[in-house]
């Protein structure tokens, strides 16, 4: 085994026996990043300088006898979290050159934490996509098959995951965007509760629903980040005053006692067949290790939550997005001859395509004499969605469902058509639209390419959803498949 | 088509965003595919059902009125396209 594939907890054991060094593992992962970077793309900005002077600082601190469990461990972080003095681009040209004045809550937290950072990855244009291919400056290629997109709009985090070019990763979801890529690329995705992490300098895309979480390996990894970058913080007025509890603590192997729900409604029309029975057979282990299932939960709201979510995520977007204008930070264009023509240049030439359609839906749908017919009655159906939700949370601890309706797309398969891409996010939409925890943990694999099962919980349980992956997850060895680069 | 093209140039001035014609005729057929699909929550009946705008149980959340420094202005102008003299500066507003 290379040092590049260890997971956090291996490596940190290794770390605090002294058997391994930060600079050495650090030293191990940039290696690998120089040898698939080429053709995986996973970053936007790779801070070798950086990394190795914090993996320095790490070796200290664990010579000292202060090391945390994530101390000297190398990671990525998705390119809409602000680390001060290093570039955050969003994955846009509108923000080629910005350099974040302030660190973001969880860059805080986590270079508290002795963090490594390997680099900024790469995603769509401020998050907005699901394969990557949206990114101003490269797409990035899924480590399984290097023909097909990794997911998105997190696809540099869970790209970088699966290749080994970090040991974890910061990805942020605002309906799907770390669970589809986590699917795809095979390893383990985890959006919290809205509200459980701070979105403070996580660069704003439609804010009732935007979460950050991680992209692991496995799922005790998950709950290793969870308890560092988890709880309140004034800074995001949106950030639950709750406590957090050590997440490592629902890391346990028996399921009795647990109720899941299977929604009919999940297993859409064009799934294909081996994705479902992927699903089939990972409900059926959990009811192995103990767990009650019901087969038969409807939330019949499902089917409208797509569109729900295209009227509101727009809606939000274009108002955050408003912010560049060119006079403040970020890319402008002055041929104009005043500045409002200048402003005008500035989101033409600086937005991409997506961005764009998505600033126009948004507009369009907040424009006088629509508001009533789109955003206004979105909201009302968001309310009736997260009523099935309350309801079946009240029969069930858990529901699971598949993640992605397909296993990895080819690389522009879906770029004509925004509809169709728009499609692939249809099972992890409801959960933001909800504000509900979920994870993506690998169950399968399909003519080679991984699948991903998703299960959700009631707010703020995050601990149920963490007990029942890990359960899953050690009664199989869909986690330890890597792919051959 | 659920969507003018005179309706997509005004949409993007209300963004104060340009398009390229191109841009505009592309728009146009994507915008209205999309606008579409949208009606299909015209079926839903939300009489009586209030509207979500975020899923927190969190009220007028309220920090204590105790002043903190700021960031220092030069770094927050230090990303500035163009500054002058502690501003940011613009073409002309005014005609």
Not at chain 1, 138 to 161: C, K, M, Q, Y
Not at chain 1, 224 to 250: E, F
Not at chain 1, 275 to 297: F, H, T, Y
Not at chain 1, 351 to 364: A, Q, S
Request: proline residues 5%; hydrophobic residues 40%; negative net charge.
């Amino acid at each position: 085994m290379e040092l590049y594939d260890l997971t956090i907890h291996e490596a940190a054991a290794l770390l605090a026996r002294r058997e391994l060094s930060s600079r050495e593992l650090t030293r191990a992962v940039l290696d690998r990043i120089h040898q698939v970077e080429e053709r995986v793309e996973a970053f936007v900005t790779i801070t070798e300088e950086l990394a190795l002077k914090q993996a320095d600082d790490a070796d200290k601190r664990i010579a000292a006898g202060d090391a945390a469990p994530l101390t000297g461990i190398p990671a990525a972080i998705k390119d809409v979290i602000c680390t001060k003095g290093v570039p955050t681009t969003c994955g846009s040209r509108m923000l080629a050159n910005f350099l974040p004045p302030y660190q973001a809550h969880v860059t805080e937290r986590l270079l508290d934490a002795g963090l490594v950072m390997v680099g900024k990855a790469n995603m769509d244009e401020f998050a907005m996509g699901s394969s990557t291919e949206n990114s101003a400056f490269h797409p990035t290629h899924n480590p399984w098959d290097l023909e097909r997109v990794p997911g998105g709009s997190s696809g540099g985090s869970a790209a970088a995951v699966a290749a080994s070019e970090c040991i974890y990763a910061l990805g942020s979801d605002t309906g799907g965007s770390i669970r589809q890529p986590a699917a795809l690329c095979g390893v383990v995705g985890f959006k919290p509760t809205y509200g459980r992490i701070s979105r403070f300098g996580l660069v704003a895309f439609a804010s009732s629903l935007d979460q950050i979480g991680p992209l692991t390996k496995d799922v005790t990894d998950c709950a290793l980040v969870m308890n560092v970058i988890a709880g309140h913080d004034r800074r995001d007025s949106t950030s639950a005053p709750l406590d957090v509890p050590d997440y490592t603590q629902s890391l346990i192997t028996d399921l009795r006692g647990i109720r899941i729900g299977v929604p009919q409604e999940y297993f859409v029309e064009g799934m294909d067949g081996q994705v479902r029975a992927s699903i089939e057979a990972a409900v059926n282990k959990m009811a192995e290790l103990g767990a009650e299932v019901d087969w038969q939960v409807s939330l019949p709201s499902t089917g409208y939550a797509l569109a729900c979510y295209y009227i509101i995520a727009p809606s939000e977007a274009m108002a955050n997005l408003a912010r560049y204008d060119g006079v403040k930070y970020g890319y402008s264009d002055r041929r104009g001859d005043s500045m409002w023509r200048n402003m005008e240049l500035t989101r033409q030439h600086g937005f991409g395509d997506e961005v764009k359609r998505r600033i126009m839906l948004g507009t369009y749908a907040l424009s006088a004499g629509y508001y009533d017919a789109y955003y206004l009655k979105a909201q009302k159906v968001r309310t009736l969605i997260r009523r099935e939700f309350d309801a079946a949370f009240q029969r069930c601890d858990v529901l699971v469902t598949a993640v992605s309706p397909t296993p990895a797309f080819k690389l522009g398969e879906k770029v004509a058509d925004p509809l169709q891409m728009y499609l692939s996010d249809v099972c992890t939409i409801p959960m933001n639209i909800a504000g509900l925890p979920a994870i993506s943990v690998p169950c399968g694999l399909t003519e080679g390419l991984p699948v991903g099962v998703q299960i959700m919980a009631k707010p703020f349980d995050e601990t149920t959803i963490l007990r029942v992956a890990y359960a899953y997850e050690q009664a199989t060895d869909w986690h330890k498949a890597r792919p051959n680069l | 088509m659920a969507i003018t093209r005179e309706e997509v140039q005004h949409v993007a001035m209300l963004f104060r965003m340009s398009l390229s014609e191109e841009e505009i005729t592309r728009l146009q057929h994507q915008l209205s595919q999309i606008i579409d699909y949208f009606q299909v929550l015209q079926q839903v009946d939300t009489e009586g059902v209030p509207p979500t705008s975020h899923t927190l149980a969190l009220e007028n959340v309220m920090r204590d009125d105790e002043p903190r420094p700021s960031y220092p202005s030069e770094d927050i102008l230090a990303n500035a396209p163009l500054s002058e003299g502690g501003f940011f500066r613009v073409r002309a507003v005014l005609e």
